[in-house]
């Protein structure tokens, strides 16, 4: 026996919410539907409405330090609570949510387009300040470029996501992880194997990258999800229960350990490259995105709907990836790049609330 997993189904903007999408950052939820979210247009139920969001959230991730700080779960625990979010909760996340979607959900040009531009562009924008502005070797700048334009999308963004735009979640994951393993994370490591002076050739380099991704979980559970979606193979109840049950162990699993991960770092000298390295991902990562979007459907791709738009935006907003510290300690960066991810993990909860302010998201 087999079934379908099926998938709430996304509010159906007006067209004029719909045609406003095409000038930029617009509101996810057209007004006619903000009822649905118990809101009406007062700014203090809005605002409530908001932080009653947001603060569980970060309540989960302050929970994961205080338990870690405190010795209650040692930093190898929380690291195989992270290793078992990795590669068992979000693949099978992954593929609950995509596989039996239809393809035109999937195949999203415009979100991968504008995904994908924002983040270059946010990437060249930091190697040029930290290689020009910061003066830092071409391996620290190439790692410190990584915090513009890669965030934290699988431990932060997608329990953003499910808790504000739960139909597209999923979907808005698993787009994200391809730009971010086919795009974003070659990109950084081919910038810092090339300030090594090593010179391996192109197709070495593909090939290596190749062998990454395919030893990547999540990419394995994209492919596999998308595979399914394309050829429309009915998922059997048995696989799309366990998945469903194995994914939702990721929210909560996810936020504890990013709380626990970030015992022991602190914010000590360097303060002027913290805070344009974290402004760089929290504020200006999402704003080239938007950007992008903006460009990319005035260039003719076609519009998305306002959930998926504010899902682009959002994710884009995340703070640091947690590898940026591991790969900028190769290159002598042990205080700053800890820092980052120190900053732009707390200072999220200001941005983020902020934008789920300006894309109407949850009032």
Same mark, same amino acid.
């Given at each position: 026996?087999?079934?379908? @997993?099926?998938?709430?189904?996304?509010?159906?903007?007006?067209?004029?919410?719909?045609?406003?999408?095409?000038?930029?950052?617009?509101?996810?939820?057209?007004?006619?539907?903000?009822?649905?979210?118990?809101?009406?247009?007062?700014?203090?139920?809005?605002?409530?409405?908001?932080?009653?969001?947001?603060?569980?959230?970060?309540?989960?991730?302050?929970?994961?330090?205080?338990?870690?700080?405190?010795?209650?779960?040692?930093?190898?625990?929380?690291?195989?609570?992270? $290793?078992?979010?990795?590669?068992?909760?979000?693949?099978?996340?992954?593929?609950? &949510?995509?596989?039996?979607?239809?393809?035109?959900?999937?195949?999203?040009?415009?979100?991968?387009?504008?995904?994908?531009?924002?983040?270059?562009?946010? /990437?060249?924008?930091? +190697?040029?300040?930290?290689? $020009?502005? #910061?003066?830092?070797?071409?391996? %620290?700048?190439?790692?410190?470029?990584?915090? !513009?334009?890669?965030?934290?999308?699988?431990?932060?963004?997608?329990?953003?996501?499910?808790?504000?735009?739960? &139909?597209?979640?999923?979907?808005?994951?698993?787009?994200?992880?391809?730009?971010?393993?086919?795009?974003?994370?070659?990109?950084? *490591?081919? +910038?810092?194997?090339?300030?090594?002076? #090593?010179?391996?050739?192109?197709?070495?380099?593909?090939?290596?990258?190749?062998?990454?991704?395919?030893?990547?979980?999540? =990419?394995?559970?994209?492919?596999?999800?998308?595979?399914?979606?394309?050829?429309? /193979?009915?998922?059997?109840?048995?696989?799309? $229960?366990?998945?469903?049950?194995?994914?939702?162990?990721?929210?909560?699993?996810?936020? !504890?350990?990013?709380?626990?991960?970030?015992?022991?770092?602190? =914010?000590?000298?360097? +303060?002027?490259? /913290?805070?344009?390295?974290? *402004?760089? $991902?929290?504020?200006?990562?999402?704003?080239?995105?938007?950007?992008?979007?903006?460009?990319?459907?005035?260039?003719?791709?076609?519009?998305?709907?306002?959930?998926?738009?504010?899902? *682009?935006?959002?994710?884009?907003?995340?703070?640091?990836?947690?590898?940026?510290? @591991?790969?900028?300690?190769?290159?002598?960066?042990?205080?700053?790049?800890?820092?980052?991810?120190?900053?732009?993990?707390?200072? &999220?909860?200001?941005?983020?609330? %902020?934008?789920?302010?300006?894309?109407?998201?949850?009032?």
């Amino acid at each position: 026996m087999a079934g379908r @997993i099926t998938h709430p189904a996304p509010d159906a903007p007006e067209r004029t919410t719909a045609t406003r999408m095409a000038a930029g950052i617009r509101p996810a939820i057209s007004p006619n539907h903000r009822e649905d979210y118990g809101q009406g247009d007062d700014p203090k139920e809005a605002m409530l409405s908001i932080l009653t969001i947001t603060v569980p959230i970060y309540a989960a991730i302050a929970l994961g330090f205080l338990v870690t700080r405190l010795g209650i779960f040692s930093s190898e625990a929380i690291a195989y609570f992270g $290793k078992f979010v990795t590669t068992i909760a979000l693949p099978c996340l992954l593929f609950t &949510s995509i596989a039996q979607r239809p393809l035109a959900e999937i195949a999203n040009p415009t979100y991968l387009v504008a995904c994908g531009a924002g983040a270059v562009a946010a /990437i060249g924008i930091g +190697l040029f300040y930290a290689s $020009k502005v #910061e003066r830092l070797s071409p391996g %620290a700048a190439a790692s410190a470029a990584m915090t !513009f334009g890669a965030g934290n999308t699988g431990f932060v963004g997608f329990p953003v996501m499910m808790a504000t735009l739960p &139909s597209v979640a999923g979907l808005a994951l698993g787009l994200s992880m391809i730009v971010e393993n086919v795009l974003v994370l070659p990109l950084v *490591l081919l +910038l810092m194997e090339r300030a090594t002076g #090593e010179r391996r050739g192109f197709w070495a380099e593909v090939t290596g990258t190749l062998g990454r991704l395919a030893r990547n979980p999540l =990419v394995i559970a994209v492919v596999v999800s998308v595979a399914f979606a394309v050829f429309r /193979i009915p998922v059997p109840d048995v696989l799309a $229960k366990t998945t469903e049950m194995f994914g939702r162990a990721s929210t909560a699993l996810a936020l !504890f350990a990013v709380g626990g991960m970030l015992v022991g770092l602190s =914010v000590r000298g360097h +303060l002027r490259e /913290i805070a344009v390295l974290s *402004l760089g $991902k929290l504020v200006l990562h999402p704003a080239l995105v938007a950007g992008a979007l903006w460009v990319a459907v005035r260039a003719g791709l076609p519009a998305m709907s306002p959930e998926m738009s504010a899902a *682009l935006v959002l994710n884009a907003g995340m703070p640091a990836m947690s590898l940026y510290p @591991i790969l900028g300690q190769r290159y002598g960066q042990t205080e700053v790049p800890p820092a980052v991810l120190l900053v732009t993990t707390a200072g &999220s909860f200001v941005t983020l609330t %902020a934008l789920l302010a300006i894309l109407h998201v949850g009032v």
